[in-house]
């Protein structure tokens, strides 16, 4: 069945009526729309969540840097629906910007991220999480979800939301989802879009990067990041902007036991992130900068 496309919160909470009257769980999977298999699978956690699925596709102006290209990004709002449709989505909500920024998107109120909002991808884009931060918490106020889902290929994004919920007492269940990758190991995201065939190909050093430290994990986080430099260092067209080793909230890297190995780099004019975890034998937090 095609899912209720909604277009705006009066429409949204009529949708949403029958759902709260009888208290069901609704999940929510916040995207900007550009669905992929990626996306499907955040779809399909939140079945087995909620009674009711709500996908919402806003291409959120506030968490784009001016020098980032906000007019490029990928929206096909009909293929969106199809995917949703395949995935037995019951709402789309796709708002105008004005009906999320009533406001406005500069000078109203935002989220402070805190400290864990200005390292890592937040030493590289300056105020893309209070961005995020912000519109994940306005789309909260406006879903009311039980339940929300987000993939794990965002990383710092999914760590810092689930901050949020728990330092604003927000009530939603957060539920992180396992990357999804293409057969070559390229992590699927709708900035892949914008690679040329060669510049794909060159894509693929992140996920070697990643799949070499992890190979090196029970010798500790100096071997890690060690095998993993080395193969960005190796890669033709690929700019570091940073390999790093955390713990699972992305403070230091414990001596053993769980961490995350993580990535950021350019290809051509197209910035791509991805992770991994990792299970660590010994040493303390390793970061490199590009
Ligand atoms: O991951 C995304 O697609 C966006 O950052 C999100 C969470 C939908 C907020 O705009």
Known sequence: ???????????????????????????????????????????????????VVVVSVFVNPTQFLPSEDLSRYPRDLEADLELCMREAVDIVFAPEVAAVYPEGTVGGVTIDPGPMGSILEGASRPAHFRGVLTVVAKLFALVRPSHAVFGEKDFQQLALIRAMVR???????????????????????????????????????????????????????????????????????????????????LGPAPETGEARLLVAARVGSTRLIDNTCLSLGRAARVSLRG
């Not at 069945?1 to 909470?13: A, C, G, I, K, Q």
């Not at 550009?34 to 087995?48: N, W």
Request: with cysteine; glycine share 8%.
């Open 1 to 51: 069945m095609e899912p209720s496309l909604v277009r705006n919160v009066d429409e949204l909470d009529d949708a949403l009526m029958p759902s709260r009257l009888a208290s069901s769980p609704v999940a929510h999977v916040p995207t900007m729309g550009g669905l992929h298999a990626g996306h499907t699978s955040l779809m399909r956690a939140a079945r087995t969540l909620g009674d």
């Open 167 to 249: 330092d604003l007492c927000a009530g939603v269940e957060i539920v992180g989802v396992p990357t999804v990758r293409d057969t070559d190991g390229v992590a699927l995201s709708s900035r892949n879009h914008f690679l040329t065939p060669e510049q794909r190909g060159r894509a693929r050093s992140l996920w070697h990067a990643l799949s070499a430290g992890k190979a090196h994990e029970a010798e500790g986080a100096d071997a890690v990041v060690t095998a993993a430099h080395a193969v960005l260092e190796a890669a033709d067209g690929l700019y570091l902007d940073y390999l790093a080793l955390t713990d699972p909230d």
